[in-house]
């Protein structure tokens, strides 16, 4: 399937890319430089333009325009918004649009490529170098786990430019699924809707997604690739695909030969594939240590705290129990009068449980830390 960007790649952005092309061994990238370069502006854009001026209008009261840490929290989740929202879209449309990358063996998963999933892992590079900026520009505030989770990614799509499992940039960029409603569920607290029937389904909706496309899927797929990933550093490309790059005499991309860029006859280079497992484990372990930072939000809501409390004091408790003769005539005295207090004790232990315990609630949901 072809590019379906709707603007051409541009003669002089592409020219200007190809030193850099080939130094990198990225053939593809002047192909969709001006998507990566579009995207990462249009990110900058919506981050230092579109979110104070839409949070000041209609959310004027609680934009932290005055808090520099709290207003790139919000500025940032206004982008991840943006960005989850249209890439998730695009990308599921690719994935049932694209007949040449569900038709893909072995091989062309590994040294394929179609323009459609080089369009989607442009916008998602261009995204991961706009958070990569924003990161670094704001380190104290978000730290190294986010600066991790930038640098992962960006090293990972970086690299379907080769191309190098092209095929995946679809797959992978599935993780952002969870991602709106991530965002939905930090702007619930900052818009004191803590608690609301709005967060609630959105909780549910956060865990649910982010089990399923992140931990689930995820993994799945990594354990996928990872076994297309040891067979292509045994083997290099069919003869008949390394064929079909030098019997290519066009300029034009034939959208129909997904193998038209593996023009090298050798397997994958081992620093590559452990490059790209050790970006993807990275990225696997920040899910799965986020997912249980969430769980353990919610199981903390189900375990009763052991704390008993009395209404009487101990010196109400020692007269109670006391055993000398004066504290026991004066209780058998006022017996007929007066019924025995009894301490009375409140176990706070055992409260009935909500479906609202489900809503994950923690210091990294609401600082923003989980992406």
Request: aromatic share 14%; net charge positive; with cysteine.
């Amino acid at each position: 399937m072809r590019d379906p960007f709707p603007f051409p790649p541009i003669p002089a952005l592409a020219k200007a890319s190809q030193p850099w092309a080939d130094r990198l061994s990225f053939p593809t990238l002047p192909l969709h430089i001006h998507e990566v370069i579009g995207a990462a502006a249009f990110y900058t854009f919506v981050h230092v333009v579109v979110s104070p001026v839409v949070s000041n209008l209609f959310f004027s009261k609680y934009y932290p325009k005055h808090s520099r840490s709290k207003k790139a929290n919000w500025d940032t989740h206004v982008v991840s918004l943006v960005q989850s929202t249209l890439i998730n879209a695009l990308a599921l449309w690719v994935m049932y649009a694209d007949k040449e990358r569900s038709a893909m063996d072995f091989e062309q998963r590994i040294w394929g490529y179609t323009g459609a999933s080089g369009m989607i892992q442009a916008l998602a590079c261009g995204y991961f170098v706009w958070d990569l900026g924003a990161t670094l520009l704001n380190f104290d505030i978000f730290g190294f786990g986010l600066l991790a989770h930038a640098v992962s990614a960006l090293v990972v799509y970086s690299f379907g430019f080769r191309p190098f499992l092209n095929f995946y940039s679809t797959t992978f960029i599935l993780y952002e699924l969870s991602t709106p409603f991530l965002n939905i569920h930090w702007f619930c607290d900052k818009l004191n809707m803590t608690g609301s029937r709005v967060q609630l389904y959105n909780g549910v909706a956060l865990l649910v997604t982010f089990f399923c496309c992140r931990l689930i899927w995820g993994t799945w797929q990594s354990a996928v690739v990872y076994k297309d990933m040891w067979q292509a550093v045994h083997r290099a490309p069919s003869s008949e695909y390394i064929q079909s790059y030098y019997n290519t005499t066009s300029s034009i991309i034939d959208a129909e030969n997904v193998m038209l860029f593996a023009a090298k006859p050798e397997p994958v280079p081992k620093w590559l594939a452990l490059l790209y497992v050790a970006s993807n484990l990275t990225l696997t372990t920040l899910n799965w240590y986020w997912f249980f930072k969430m769980v353990t939000a919610v199981r903390k809501r189900f375990v009763p705290k052991e704390e008993i409390e009395t209404t009487t004091t101990k010196k109400d408790k020692l007269e109670t129990v006391g055993s000398s003769a004066e504290k026991e005539a004066k209780a058998n005295t006022t017996a007929t009068e007066q019924p025995t207090k009894r301490p009375i004790t409140i176990n706070k232990s055992r409260r009935t449980n909500s479906i609202k315990d489900l809503v994950p609630d923690n210091e990294e949901l609401r600082e923003g830390t989980i992406q």
